[in-house]
């Protein structure tokens, strides 16, 4: 079993910046496609960055630019860079990694931006 803990959430100022990190109990992301994913009170879970198992990057549209997802096997853990984050950027933020017959997620972080 994969245990998956997202960490590095919290209160931005708009304009801001902050680094999620997700750390897995096992190698996984090495062999696993990752990806953070959000929701907002009210609205449904959607997909924000993710990375496959070869380092192939894509972004939701309204996070392109702002936020970047990156992978360190040594270390176990896939890392979201947030710059420039707006109000609607407020979230929990969740890791899921994913295998051909499993998927596997943390229990989020919470992200608020506001001034």
């Known amino acids: 079993q994969v245990r998956l803990v997202e960490s590095g959430g919290g209160l931005a100022q708009p304009g801001g910046s902050l680094r999620l990190s997700c750390a897995a109990s096992q190698i996984i992301f090495s062999i696993a496609s990752t990806a953070w994913y959000r929701q907002a009170p009210g609205k449904e879970r959607e997909l924000v960055a993710r990375?496959?198992?070869?380092?192939?990057?894509n972004y939701a549209d309204s996070v392109k630019g702002r936020f970047t997802i990156s992978r360190d096997n040594a270390k176990k853990t896939v890392d979201l860079q947030m710059n420039s984050l707006k109000p609607e950027d407020t979230a929990v933020y969740y890791c899921?990694?994913?295998?051909?017959?499993?998927?596997?997620w943390g229990l989020g972080t919470q992200v608020t931006v506001s001034s």
């Open positions: 990375i496959s198992r070869d380092g192939i990057t």
């Open positions: 899921n990694s994913v295998l051909p017959t499993i998927s596997y």
